[in-house]
């Protein structure tokens, strides 16, 4: 019997390995390869060419999500399954819009994480059904792709002078976005506009 590949990604080491040992115990199950990083899921998936690639979204060096994105452009015979403690409908929306086969919270029972991986190896698309029903009833975000990466990036402390370095904008415009997020989140002022945004799950 083939054993189905599996890739790993998880940053906290001691639920890395926690992980790793459940999915051993499956006979048709095989680790071949984890890593703690975003940025080393595509060439070690390259290198293993697993069948999936159980990820964290919350990831050092590139976050899951981009992750999905590369694998699917780079290696679409990977199928991806988002593995994450964060179960709010705007961070569903978010993976379903980088085409994840699945989604699955780390608080679902153990033995779900092995079914889950199998039917996301055979392709067929596995969402938590009242996510899923949640992620329908909640409101779309009302932030553009550019206001979205401007209040992330304030989010880790970034000051409007570095976010228009890094993004090749003038520190003005940068302004002018995170008082646009403000307006738009009906927020008291940028701090706010950020909790909103992460709690909804827009940005991590």
């Not at 999905?68 to 399954?81: A, I």
């Not at 699945?102 to 055979?122: E, S, W, Y």
């Not at 909640?138 to 990036?153: K, Q």
């Amino acid at each position: 019997m083939r054993k189905l590949k599996i890739l790993l990604a998880e940053d906290v080491q001691m639920v890395r390995g926690a992980l790793v040992a459940l999915i051993e115990l499956e006979d048709d199950l095989s680790i071949v390869a984890d890593v703690g990083r975003g940025d080393e899921i595509l060439s070690t998936a390259l290198l293993h060419t697993p069948d999936v690639a159980v990820i964290d979204i919350d990831l050092p060096g590139l976050d899951g999500l981009t992750a999905v994105t590369l694998l699917n452009e780079k290696l679409p015979t990977c199928r991806c399954l988002i593995l994450t403690s964060l179960g709010r409908p705007g961070t569903l929306r978010r993976a379903l819009d980088a085409r994840v086969t699945g989604f699955l919270l780390k608080d679902a029972p153990p033995h779900q994480l092995a079914d889950t991986i199998r039917r996301v190896a055979a392709g067929q698309r596995t969402i938590d059904p009242e996510l899923a029903l949640a992620a329908w009833d909640a409101g779309e975000c009302p932030l553009t792709d550019r206001e979205l990466n401007v209040l992330r990036m304030a989010a880790t402390g970034a000051e409007p002078h570095e976010i228009s370095d890094i993004m090749c904008l003038s520190p003005g415009t940068v302004r002018n976005y995170l008082t646009t997020s403000v307006t738009k989140l009906s927020a008291r002022n940028r701090i706010d506009a950020i909790r909103i945004a992460h709690e909804a799950g827009w940005i991590t």
